[in-house]
């Protein structure tokens, strides 16, 4: 099988940009996905949205379509619906697509998986009824839809810009209940100074807050022991905030507490990765061209770290000019260029980082919170497997079976390291995550059964 | 590591090696009263113990196993009672399968021969009774040979229980504690680990896939190599089969936990980096075991797989592992090589080599075993302790 | 509950959910469309039986997983509507059925 110079895994705006440049530089790109348009999870639908609904998402949604467009006239490969469900040491990538598996191979490989929203155990927080911030948004974006008296609940930008959105589609949030502690505030306001070289970011964040305020959206600040109440679905969130207890009504509650790189790829290749203290997340280790610990393998857009649609625009750039030049051209002064406009573009990252840091709540839930939704492991359950004395994830995986449900440990992942963390009183850096194992999305035993045979080193027993 | 004071590295057994046998030597030597300090370079379970198969298997085990296989089994009845942790034990039948007529022959023989030599706990099952037992089993099956009362157990749970007993018994573990260096002085081992030495009159290699080296530093020879045997576990299914089962014909073993998952393995290995502490699956290889166990199981064809895994595993050329006094040196013994099979010897295997350290012999028959079926080479023994 | 913004200009797609029908916008998915339409219990875990709904809508979470044309496990999330398809309620552990 030929091996293409490129293979991106990822359509959003690090994905797309970094195919595009890549063809463009005359690579040969194959750009895998599993959604059946490109954008990803920030320009979602973006080549079909119609134009009315395209402008109320604003400015900064319709900015995708013209990377799309790039994208499309590119002479990038592009494979949509495409589950890519194992990374193998050569970098051979398997994948299904309409029921069957197909390989193709690469001599470098970009992850452009993008982030994830931070899981976010609290109590109730598996009723139906029950969403991530981003699952509103989509549906908005995506479909159009927008509900009548959804609760907003958690801390980040995505949070406020949702609520703007759905202002303007004429479906305001009943209430946003912020959990933003008070020191917060203080901390990031050290960032400041350098937050205003990206001025643009803060005044867009100043005028959405005041659209939300005339809209006479209830916000609630400093709120706290947050519990979704319902009996087979949500029916009300409770909180107190500022010393008073709060009781809303509803029957859709929105959580979000920021978003995390997706590490599923990264920790299957086995790159290495640092907790960042700021994000309160897994970074995989990259090189200032986004090169992982592992050789061929980038990272770029929110898998890299968290930055934002823009530097994932940039730094998907930065790669595909990286893998030109490792081929043999000289891209170092188009290279120096974007690393000079990305530090510009993540000025704010600091700021935004601190001030809506997730809340301790969220990053050790109480004991009775279900921390693994798949397997329904309790955090209570953790921590009594921590002091019997297992060490770390794997061995509570093992013991409990957190992380082995059908998604595969993404959404209780980071919270069970943190509470591992927390109870042995270490750093999640030492703590480490669960081992990731093909396949990367569940995988029916006829795929696996039906794939291609490739030329192995025959291990004789 | 803290640093331990001179009475914390003395003792009067030094175990290599945090798996099952490493803990259940420890254990069983502590209830005989001796003092123990199990050494482990990652942590407990870490490799094939902890995420093995978890078959409790006696059908068709090597003849020579047979013996040490029944002694483990016994103490499996009881492991609660043992251990204080179930280790999710569970009674079940063990059930290979034929798929041809030949099949079933030559499974017809191994019974024979078993009753030969007075084992009677192997059986042939004809179709009908096979399929009372296996009422999803693929229709074209003709038969099987079944061992009924083993059993199955989670390896993590059972490895982690052993750990916790042994300590409770009063055995030190220290994990992430490498052992580097093993060496004889007068009538004392030293083992050098994190940087400290300690000193016991016995030392019991226990270092499964990395047992090889250890044994060379005790003056023996043994051609270990690791082996990575790969698995695949499913989704919750509903509940079908309450046997474990495996194929006469082909590489296979399949079980349906309690909990609904299905566990498939016994094909061909993934890659194993022993000295990294990493295995590199083989999907190529994987999907012949996926294929299998559709073949054997049709009901399997829709079924998803969630993880796959692999684990290390010392190999034995001969497939059996190596039990019992190291070839010259005094004090010495070994318990590593397990070739895939060994959780369930597990409990057995370290009541014998307790019983052997402790009171110099024992009435197990573990001379097929010996190291010294391997060349050996006595000057480079004594080089190598001097 | 949830309302679309705009009425769906290009026709229509009809299916149904637990036999009752359904009619989306093309270019929903399943999980999109049951939302518009109201519904939020889309299967009952494995473990203890407990109801859930979508959670994520982007393909991670896994709680969506429904029934659709007699296949169980489809991410009602990633999968586009198709006239005449036929989607249930994942009730728990996957059934098998013995030949
Ligand atoms: C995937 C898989 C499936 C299997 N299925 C079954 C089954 O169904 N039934 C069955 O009976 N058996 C099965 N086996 C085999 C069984 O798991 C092993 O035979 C058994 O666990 C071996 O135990 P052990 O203690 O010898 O080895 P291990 O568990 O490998 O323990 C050896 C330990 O020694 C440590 N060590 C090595 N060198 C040093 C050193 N220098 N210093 C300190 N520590 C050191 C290692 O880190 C390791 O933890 C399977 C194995 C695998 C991998």
Redesign the pocket.
């Known amino acids: 099988m030929n091996a293409c110079d490129l293979a991106i895994i990822g359509a959003g705006p690090a994905g797309m940009a970094a195919a595009t440049e890549a063809a463009n530089a005359g690579l040969s790109v194959i750009l895998l996905d599993e959604q059946p348009a490109p954008g990803g999870q920030i320009y979602r639908g973006i080549e079909t949205v119609p134009e009315e609904r395209r402008k109320l998402l604003g400015p900064d949604y319709g900015k995708g379509l013209s990377i799309a467009q790039a994208f499309r006239a590119s002479n990038a490969t592009y494979i949509p619906e495409a589950t890519v469900w194992n990374i193998n040491p050569d970098l051979s990538i398997d994948y299904s697509r309409n029921g069957g598996s197909s390989q193709i191979s690469t001599r470098h490989l970009l992850i452009a998986t993008g982030a994830v929203e931070r899981p976010t155990p609290m109590p109730g927080w598996t009723l139906p009824g029950v969403t991530t911030a981003g699952a509103l948004q989509i549906l908005l974006k995506a479909h159009g839809g927008v509900g009548d008296d959804v609760v907003l609940v958690g801390s980040g930008p995505l949070l406020y810009l949702l609520a703007q959105q759905m202002i303007e589609a004429g479906g305001p949030p009943k209430a946003i209940i912020e959990t933003i502690d008070r020191s917060h505030y203080l901390k990031a306001a050290r960032h400041l100074p350098r937050a205003l070289s990206a001025l643009s970011y803060l005044r867009k964040g100043m005028a959405m807050m005041r659209q939300i305020r005339r809209a006479g959206v209830p916000h609630y600040t400093g709120a706290r022991d947050i519990r979704i109440e319902g009996a087979q679905r949500a029916e009300a969130v409770c909180f107190s905030a500022h010393g008073r207890a709060h009781r809303i009504e509803t029957t859709s509650v929105a959580l979000h507490q920021g978003v995390v790189p997706n590490q599923q790829a990264t920790r299957l290749l086995g790159c290495d990765h640092v907790w960042s203290e700021s994000q309160r997340c897994f970074i995989p280790k990259l090189d200032a061209f986004f090169e992982s610990s592992v050789e061929n393998v980038f990272v770029a857009g929110d898998g890299a770290g968290i930055a934002g649609a823009n530097s994932a625009e940039i730094r998907g750039r930065i790669v595909a000019l990286r893998v030109a030049q490792k081929l043999g051209d000289d891209k170092g002064t188009q290279i120096r260029a974007l690393q000079k406009k990305l530090s510009r573009d993540e000025a704010i990252r600091p700021f935004l980082e601190t001030l809506y840091a997730p809340s301790d709540e969220v990053m050790v839930p109480h004991d009775d919170v279900l921390v693994c939704r798949c397997e329904e492991v309790t955090a209570g359950a953790i921590r009594e497997a921590v002091d019997l004395g297992a060490p770390g994830p794997n061995q509570i995986k093992s013991f409990l079976r957190s992380g082995m449900g059908p998604c595969q440990g993404r959404m209780c992942g980071l919270a069970v390291s943190s509470i591992i963390a927390e109870r042995r009183k270490e750093n999640p850096q030492s703590i480490g995550y669960y081992r990731l194992r093909p396949p990367l999305k569940p995988l029916l035993l006829s795929e696996l059964a039906q794939l291609e045979r490739e030329p192995t080193r025959d291990e004789p027993l | 590591m803290a640093m331990a004071s001179l009475q914390h590295r003395t003792a009067d057994l030094l175990v ?7 803990c259940s030597a420890a254990l069983h030597a502590a209830m005989r009263g001796l003092q123990v300090i199990v ?4 942590t407990v379970a ?4 902890g ?5 409790v ?1 006696k059908l068709g085990r090597h003849v020579a196993e047979i013996p040490l296989s029944l002694h483990s089994m016994s103490i499996w009845r009881r492991i609660a009672d043992l251990l204080d942790d179930d280790c999710g034990f569970q009674p079940s039948p063990q059930i290979k399968v034929a798929e041809t007529a030949e099949e079933l022959e030559t499974l017809r023989g191994r019974v024979a021969e078993l009753n030969s030599l007075g084992y009677t706990h192997e059986q042939i099952l004809d179709r009908q009774t096979m399929r009372t037992y296996l009422p999803a089993v693929a229709q074209h099956c003709v038969g099987a040979i079944a061992s009924l009362d083993d059993g199955f157990a989670q390896p993590y749970q059972t490895t982690f229980a052993f750990q916790r007993k042994a300590q409770q018994m009063g055995v030190r573990v220290l994990e992430h ?3 580097e260096r093993v060496s004889r002085s007068g009538e004392e081992w030293k083992v050098q680990a994190g940087a400290q030495e300690f000193t016991g009159r016995f030392v019991l290699n ?5 047992g090889g080296e ?1 044994a060379r530093q005790i003056g023996d020879h043994a051609p270990v190599r690791a082996y990575a ?1 790969m ?1 695949i576990v499913t989704e919750r299914l509903r509940p079908f089969c309450t046997a474990v089962v495996g194929a006469a014909g082909r590489p296979l ?1 399949f079980k349906q936990m309690p909990n609904g998952t299905v566990v498939i ?1 016994g094909g061909r290995p993934g890659v194993p980096e022993p000295a990294n502490n990493r295995t590199h699956m083989q999907m190529s290889e994987l999907r012949h075991s996926a294929q299998t166990a559709m073949d054997i199981f049709p009901v399997m064809r829709g079924a998803q797989i969630v993880r796959s895994w ?5 190999l034995m050329p001969d497939g059996i592992p190596v039990i019992g006094p190291a070839a010259h040196a005094p004090g010495a013994f070994h318990a ?1 090589g ?1 070739s ?7 409990p057995g295997v370290g009541d014998i080599m307790a019983e052997l350290i402790a009171t110099g012999s024992t009435q197990a028959p573990i001379k097929p075993f010996s190291i010294k079926r391997f060349p050996q080479d006595p000057t480079r023994a004594q080089k190598e302790l001097s | 509950m949830f309302k679309r913004i705009n009425a769906p200009k290009n026709g229509k797609v009809s299916f149904t959910f637990e036999g009752r029908s359904i009619d989306a916008a093309p270019g929903d998915t399943v999980a999109s469309a049951l939302m518009l339409a109201g519904e939020t219990h889309f299967r009952d875990t494995p473990v203890s039986q407990s109801q859930r709904g979508p959670f994520c809508l982007m393909g991670v979470c896994f709680e969506c997983l429904v029934e659709i044309d007699g296949v169980p496990n489809r991410q009602a999330c990633m999968v586009a509507v198709r006239e005449g398809m036929s989607v249930r309620r994942q009730k728990g552990a996957i059934g098998v059925e013995i030949e």
């Open positions: 290599i090696g945090g798996g099952i046998h490493g050494f482990e370079k990652d870490r490799h094939a113990s995420v093995n198969a978890g078959g298997r504690t490498p052992v226990c270092a499964g896939a990395w250890i045997p698995m073993s393995g692999a684990g290390i595993e010392g590593f397990f895939a099979h060994g959780f369930q010897l597990g």
